[in-house]
């Protein structure tokens, strides 16, 4: 509801806003996590562990609080190792994630559009018609 409210208020797609709630949510980021850092150890960035080993929550609260405490230290050190692999196993899930909802989603959008507008239209020539008659 969050986000189909944000997206209304900012005049943003609303469709948009539900299918990205659907798909990054609480219950799907660390299936979503597990997959991107796998990929990127297998496009051959070094990891620092096996995927199954890491706690992503505990993890992002780390990085989280080293921000906060500027420690570039352990940024550098502990968390880049992760986030490395995640980063460039990030950007061909995108890729293909963008290709595959861009190819579901257009013939939907084209069609809410077409019926809006001849929504549109068919209210238009009522009020025409109103005019007319008056």
């Known amino acids: 509801m969050l986000a189909a409210l944000l997206g209304w208020l900012l005049r943003a797609s609303i469709i948009a806003s539900a299918v990205g709630t ?8 660390p ?9 990127g150890t297998w496009m051959g960035v070094r990891g620092a562990s096996a ?25 550098f050190e502990t968390a880049w190792p992760v986030l490395a692999p995640m980063l460039v196993g990030s950007i061909p899930t ?3 994630v963008w290709f595959v909802f861009y190819l579901l989603m257009k013939p939907m959008i084209a069609s809410y559009h ?6 549109r239209r068919r209210g238009s020539r009522e009020a025409d018609k109103q005019e007319t008659t008056k």
């Open 94 to 96: 995108v890729i293909v």
């Open 22 to 29: 659907a798909v990054g949510n609480p219950w799907t980021f």
């Open 114 to 119: 077409h019926r809006r507008f001849m929504t």
């Open 31 to 39: 299936f979503i996590w597990v997959w991107i850092y796998e990929l």
């Open 51 to 75: 995927a199954g080993n890491l706690d992503f929550t505990s993890f992002f609260g780390a990085i989280l609080q080293a921000l906060l405490r500027f420690d570039m230290v352990y940024l």
